[in-house]
T-cell receptor
């Protein structure tokens, strides 16, 4: 597609449940990023993929969060045993992956609400 | 990580120019200066980037100080659709390619 697609756009779940958020990057973009954004804050980096491998996962807050990109295209962010503090908008972005100057294109985000 | 400092908020009138400042006194020689903006209920959107020289594109201009310790994003004629949070970000040419966002500047455009 023309842009970065994220599904679902909204997800409401109960505390303790498992959640998967999907990201479809722009075709041909080798780099893929996950961010989360709480109300009134700037996006917070979670993880970045170059191809199939996680090049930098330093932003994942704990081992309940995990992300995969098995074929170097679509990525899934997985959150186990969700907590109310996980409520946020989860943003995905992709880029061509050239160092320094390359531009990220963001999706509209998936809003997660944990009750 | 090199950090940026921006005002929390700014206000402008429609059809007037807007100058959004950013300080980055610890910038290194290989860091690119990127600007993104985020409209309400949307993901961030790329605006412009530069390394040393001033840059122009269809959306905005980027003026970079000679010592590179500060930069200014210039919107030549603000419209109501320019109301957004503007983020100034240093993009490292080496190492991890992640963008590190601050809180940005919330721009209000008055009709």
């Amino acid at each position: 597609g023309a842009g970065v697609s994220q599904t679902p756009s909204n997800k409401v779940t109960e505390k303790g449940k498992y959640v998967e958020l999907r990201c479809d990057p722009i075709s041909g973009h080798t780099a893929l990023y996950w961010y989360r954004q709480s109300l009134g804050q700037g996006p917070e980096f979670l993880i970045y993929f170059q191809g199939t491998g996680a090049a930098d996962d330093s932003g994942l807050p704990n081992d309940r969060f995990f992300a995969v990109r098995p074929e170097g295209s679509v990525s899934t962010l997985k959150i186990q045993r969700t907590e109310r503090g996980d409520s946020a908008v989860y943003l995905c972005a992709s880029s061509r992956g050239s160092p320094g100057a390359n531009v990220l294109t963001f999706g509209a985000g998936s809003r997660l609400t944990v009750l | 990580d090199a950090k940026t400092t921006q005002p929390n908020s700014m206000e402008s009138n429609e059809e007037e120019p807007v100058h959004l400042p950013c300080n980055h006194s610890t910038i290194s020689g290989t860091d690119y200066i990127h600007w993104y903006r985020q409209l309400p209920s949307q993901g961030p959107e790329y605006v412009i980037h530069g390394l040393t020289s001033n840059v122009n594109n269809r959306m905005a201009s980027l003026a970079i100080a000679e010592d590179r310790k500060s930069s200014t994003l210039i919107l030549h004629r603000a419209t109501l659709r320019d109301a957004a949070v503007y983020y100034c970000i240093l993009r490292f040419a080496r190492g991890s390619e992640k963008l590190v966002f601050g809180k940005g500047t919330k721009l209000t455009v008055n009709p």
